[in-house]
Nanobody, 122 residues
Framework: QVQLVESGGGLVQAGGSLRLSCAVS????????FGWYRQAPGKQRMLVAG???????IYADSVKGRFTISRDNAKNTVSLEMNSLKPEDTGVYYC????????????????WGQGTQVTVSS
């Protein structure tokens, strides 16, 4: 059974940085794709960044140039480095195991972490 555990969220001022991590177990990590999603209060969960098994990446337009997704196959972790944070980046960030195909990321319905809260104050 796949388990994803996020960490690294917190409260930060606008312009600051945070690094989120997702520890993955119960999966052949190196052959899987992963994504980070954000859910703001009253809004739908949206893709922030995705990474394929070979390291290809995709980003939401709103975070391009500020966020970087990466993977460490030796440690079974997926990270999201977030710089120049804005108040609109606030939300619960979820890690997902899915599929990366044709330069797009497709989430699995069943493989989500519990989420980590990120709050950016203005």
């Amino acid at each position: 059974q796949v388990q994803l555990v996020e960490s690294g969220g917190g409260l930060v001022q606008a312009g600051g940085s945070l690094r989120l991590s997702c520890a993955v177990s119960g999966s052949t990590f190196s052959i899987n794709a992963f994504g980070w999603y954000r859910q703001a209060p009253g809004k739908q969960r949206m893709l922030v960044a995705g990474i394929g098994e070979h390291g290809s990446t995709i980003y939401a337009d709103s975070v391009k140039g500020r966020f970087t997704i990466s993977r460490d196959n030796a440690k079974n972790t997926v990270s999201l480095e977030m710089n120049s944070l804005k108040p609109e980046d606030t939300g619960v960030y979820y890690c997902n195991r899915g599929t990366y195909y044709m330069s797009d990321y497709y989430p699995s319905r069943d493989h989500w972490g519990q989420g980590t809260q990120v709050t950016v104050s203005s």
